[in-house]
């Protein structure tokens, strides 16, 4: 009995070689004993699903992490994105603003991805790695971990970076390319808690992400409707399109990044302290969203900043340069990139190039550089001439989007004025269960009827969806008085091609982008409703 309590007592984490036993006479070496069991998937993964990746940890323990898709290819692929709102409160810190994204890693050639926690770190996974030893798994440890500092998370990020290069044979065996984890940057947590591609360029500049019901269904915010100011435990609400579970709400979030301040376009140049998003149980429900975007000391008269509502998620990605493979291709689309055209470099070359035309004397030279520079406005021409005809291609799809959207809320409301005409009005609710299949008020004859109304909504909403769509790429893609240009050509082109019953809806379309532009919100309702008014003027 001695000896085995003996053992017990000096059983640590199972990756130790050897275990030392002190009885009273003899000295014992037991080889690779371990008592943790592989936890059961309640208390890290509540909800699973089929395209998790699972990470192993220490103590027999798992990490579920996600696939960020970004629409890249190549090393040098990146796509620009929106993040922040267009509110001016707490503009300097939340306002729209640029930035490009990529992801790490690749399978065969598809989308470029990195990884990123399902849910926030619990209690039981940090106590896994940081703790000398194993932790019993059990409900009250699956809480997100609070109440710690920037620097212990880095050190658990740190130590567990150790424990994966010293189990890679695990990681092997998920067909997990080498990497590492570590916080979210900015852009990275912003990006995927907006849904990533997963949603329309409409829907990710929402302020938050798609929703079926209210806030309180995927979000643990301040209030007796929801957390009642208490921290939850993870993966108990719906989840975002990347099926990431408390994005929003429960505890608040730490960036690897440094704060920096909004100037309008750009962020400042000055860097400050943690960046914390997402909000938690503590934060108003009107700040639970994608955009929340606040600041927090690395100190303060405490030591190192911690908060009972701050904790932190995961991503999984690698650096740029990890093979000489890698720096040779890298190297190769380097080069390419100056071999394709640009509208603001391009006209700087061409004006650039007259000054040296008329500064050269030789005239051999001087007649060579103008049959350069002649080719290089010749490129620009047709490539402006092309950017105008995408242009009005773009509002051309527009109007027709905003008629057809109007076309189908007409359908839609007529089916569902019938229907409820039919439900309240004609047949009597008693009788429709005793009628025959062929009666007017049967209940197949009402539910084939409650049918046609929803697919007819369906139809509508998912048009209006592609009307937003077109409206924010538009906007997007061009410059305002670039699309300003070409609004009288395509009102040319549609009244000169039979169409011109459609000028009214290009007019309206028009407007809507250059009201977007100017707030930044999506306004389906609004949008919906003055496509629908020009079709009542008809």
């Known amino acids: 009995m001695l000896l085995r309590s003996n053992q017990q007592k000096a059983c640590v984490k199972h990756n130790y070689t050897q275990l030392a036993c002190f009885g009273l006479v003899a000295i014992c070496f037991i080889p690779s004993l371990s008592f943790a069991e592989p936890w059961d998937s309640k208390f890290y993964n509540p909800k699973p699903a089929k395209d998790d990746v699972i990470l192993p940890m220490p103590c027999d323990g798992s990490l579920v992490m996600k696939k960020v898709f970004t629409p890249t290819n190549k090393p040098l692929d990146d796509i620009k994105i929106i993040l922040g709102s267009n509110q001016k409160e707490l503009g300097f810190a939340e ?27 619990t209690t039981l996974q940090y106590q896994s790695v940081m703790n000398d030893t194993c932790p019993t798994p059990k409900v009250n440890l699956s809480f997100p971990i609070t109440d710690i500092s920037w620097f212990d998370a880095i050190a658990f990020t740190d130590k567990y970076n150790r424990w994966l290069i010293e189990n890679q044979s695990k990681i092997k065996s998920i067909n997990l390319p080498n990497g590492y984890v570590r916080l979210p940057n900015n852009t990275e947590w912003e990006y995927a808690a907006r849904g990533g591609s997963k949603v329309t360029e409409s829907e990710f500049r929402e302020s938050r992400f798609p929703m079926k019901s209210n806030l309180e269904s995927y979000a643990w915010f301040s209030g007796a409707k929801s957390a009642n100011g208490k921290l939850q435990l993870i993966g108990r609400l719906e989840p975002n399109p990347l099926d990431l579970y408390d994005i929003l709400g429960n505890a608040s979030e730490m960036m690897f990044d440094s704060f920096r301040m909004n100037k309008l376009d750009r962020y400042h140049g000055q860097q400050g302290g943690v960046i914390v998003r997402g909000g938690s149980y503590l934060t108003p429900e009107s700040s639970t969203t994608s955009a929340f975007r606040t600041e927090k000391p690395f100190y303060d008269d405490k030591g190192a900043y911690k908060s009972k509502d701050v904790g932190f998620r995961l991503v999984y990605t690698t650096e740029v340069m990890n093979s000489n493979n890698k720096i040779k291709e890298l190297d190769k689309e380097w080069s390419q990139l100056g071999n394709e055209t640009d509208s603001a470099k391009n006209g700087n070359v061409v004006n650039e190039l007259e000054k040296i035309t008329k500064q050269v004397e030789d005239e051999r030279t001087k007649k060579e550089l103008n049959k350069l520079n002649t080719l290089l406005r010749s490129a620009n021409q047709a490539r402006d001439e092309q950017r105008d005809r995408s242009i009005q291609s773009a509002l051309q799809l527009g109007a027709f989007l905003c008629a057809n959207v109007s076309d189908l809320n007409s359908k839609f409301e007529y089916n569902n004025n019938l229907y409820k005409t039919m439900t309240n ?26 049918q046609v109304v929803d697919e007819s909504k369906s139809a509508r909403d998912f048009i209006l969806k592609y009307y937003s769509d077109t409206i924010v790429n538009t906007a997007s893609n061009y410059e305002k008085n670039t699309i300003n240009d070409q609004a009288k050509s395509t009102q040319f082109i549609l009244e000169n091609s039979g169409k011109a019953n459609m000028s ?24 919906l409703q003055t496509c629908n008014e020009i079709k009542g003027n008809k």
């Open 95 to 121: 306002y729209a603003t640029p930035n490009y994204i990529a992801g790490s890693f690749s399978d065969s050639g598809k989308e470029r991805y990195y990884l990123i926690g399902k849910y926030e770190i």
């Open 425 to 450: 009005e004609v047949c009597d609710p008693k009788e429709t269960d005793t009628l025959e299949d062929g009666n007017m008020c049967s209940k197949a004859k009402l539910d084939n009827l409650k």
């Open 504 to 527: 009214d809806y290009l007019k309206l379309y028009f407007k809507h982008i250059n009201q977007y532009i100017e707030s930044g919100k999506i306004e389906r309702a609004a949008w």
